[in-house]
């Protein structure tokens, strides 16, 4: 693959990671600050989304180091 196609691939993943972390640590501190007053069913919605989130960060970590190994690869 072309380098430069692989840079901007990276450049790509990195501000979907820096939106997703933002979303991540938005969505736990909205979370631990509202914990007791929020129904069951919001917890567990909220819950279901944080590890959500964290999935597809570590997805998302993980292509963009497979993409800086092809890059130094060659």
């Not at 693959?1 to 979303?23: G, N």
């Not at 007053?37 to 963009?64: E, G, Q, R």
């Amino acid at each position: 693959m072309d380098k430069d196609f692989l840079k901007e691939k990276i450049a790509f993943y990195k501000l979907w990671l820096t939106f997703l972390v933002t979303m991540d640590a938005s969505t736990m501190a909205w979370f631990f600050n509202n914990a007791n007053k929020i129904h069951i069913l919001k917890v567990i919605i909220t819950i279901v989304v944080i590890v959500a989130l964290t999935i597809f960060i570590l997805i998302l970590i993980k292509k963009t180091r497979k993409h800086i190994k092809l890059i130094i690869g060659e």
